[in-house]
């Protein structure tokens, strides 16, 4: 029974061919450092699933923004183990990030034909660290109010349209409740969205193209 | 004797097993503390087992459903909350009466006494009740709920049980 379900559905889906065309796919030789990218892939769902979690308690308020997260982490069961795996695997996604770039880029896994697979992963390593910047204010304890002071001052630096960014990223000109939800909106709503996407095409191209194999002497 | 082939585990099964063992550890270890963390609030019960005064029974009209409100705060989650309760009370001759909950039976909205009608309206799906809380129409499945009532030196209490 449940094998003709199975064929049912693999007849109209694809699955099987689905499955070797992204498992059983041929790869050179390679080492443990070609393995970063899984790692990060699985760090992101790990964040998107605690993520989400977190979003059933969290109030990006400033009434009630700490206090809902003293809540999850004493009153709700586990957590605090959901809060510290997002927590830490923040911290996590952008060693892995940096070092799958750092492996891409000595390997020469850059060049021709995977320019855009670099393209997609630089964008993907900057809303990485657009993720990290936005959800450090979400806790909204003192270390993450100056923390964001700091962070937008310093965008407020640039010459001539500095202090119109400032404004922009503040929602006015201090930090506010406008500060903390559009944080929030762009942490839980864009830049998800555009992690997305950017994985997509980053994975199809992984896919479509093939992994390099490690540079030889004569390369 | 013909020996017994062993069986020899090959690279790929070794690796398949491996994978479902991890990854259902991996999965069970973040799985079920979800479980928990979603339904955790609805397994809190914060009980209320006490004797509300409603003043002298004296103060209410005899033969006529009169509204008393009260209010009392919870903490849910991260908040305090004020809710208040409005009982009807319906004093009778003697010391008798009848002390009911207003919330409609049907499916919780608010019953008001309609002194044109003498009869409770529920708003939400048009359930009515009479003078002492029974049904008379609409879809309510039972009458309207009475407190436990006690009268101490002439004042009244209600029995008021909640979680």
């Not at chain 1, 969290?58 to 999850?72: M, R, W």
């Not at chain 1, 993720?131 to 001052?153: C, D, E, K």
């Not at chain 2, 979800?34 to 033969?63: C, F, N, T």
């Amino acid at each position: 029974m449940g094998e003709r379900v199975l064929a049912w559905l693999d007849e109209r889906l694809g699955l099987t061919t689905i499955y070797s065309v992204v498992l059983d796919r041929k790869v050179p030789k390679v080492n443990w450092w070609y393995t970063l990218g899984s790692a990060t892939l699985f760090v992101l769902l790990l964040q998107f699933l605690t993520g989400i979690l977190l979003t059933v308690y969290y109030v990006p308020s400033p009434d009630h923004a700490y206090d809902s997260i003293q809540y999850i982490m004493n009153d709700v069961a586990f957590g605090w183990l959901i809060r510290g795996i997002h927590h830490w695997g923040a911290s996590v996604m952008v060693v892995l990030v940096v070092l799958h770039m750092l492996r891409t880029f000595y390997l020469g896994a850059y060049k021709y034909p995977r320019e855009l697979t670099w393209i997609t992963g630089v964008l993907l390593l900057l809303a990485t660290l657009g993720m990290g910047f936005t959800g450090y204010l979400l806790p909204w304890n003192q270390r993450a109010y100056w923390a964001t002071t700091v962070g937008t001052s310093i965008a407020g630096t640039v010459p001539v349209v500095g202090p119109f960014i400032l404004r922009v990223l503040r929602g006015g000109t201090e930090l506010s409740a406008v500060t903390l939800t559009r944080f929030f909106a762009v942490h839980v709503w864009v830049l998800p969205a555009l992690i997305l996407l950017l994985v997509g095409v980053h994975l199809y191209l992984v896919i479509r193209i093939g992994i390099s194999s490690i540079p030889t002497e004569e390369d | 004797m013909t020996k017994k082939p062993r069986y020899r585990l090959s690279r790929r099964e070794f690796v398949n097993s491996v994978l479902v063992f991890l990854g259902s550890l991996m999965g069970g270890v973040i799985g079920l503390p979800v479980i928990g963390y979603v339904i955790s609030p609805a397994l809190k019960r914060q009980r209320s087992d006490e004797w509300v005064s409603l003043g002298p029974l004296e103060s209410y009209p005899l033969d006529e459903p009169t509204p008393f409100t009260f209010t009392r705060t919870k903490v849910y989650g991260w908040e305090r909350t004020t809710n208040s309760y409005v009982v009807y009370v319906l004093r009778r001759v003697g010391e008798q009466v009848i002390a009911m909950s207003n919330v409609c039976t049907h499916l919780g909205c608010r019953v008001k006494w309609r002194e044109d009608l003498q009869q409770f309206a529920c708003p939400c799906h048009d359930g009515f009740f009479d003078i002492e809380g029974n049904v008379i129409s609409g879809p309510p499945p039972r009458p309207l709920d009475r407190y436990e009532t006690k009268i101490e030196d002439g004042i009244l209490f209600i029995h008021f049980v909640g979680g």
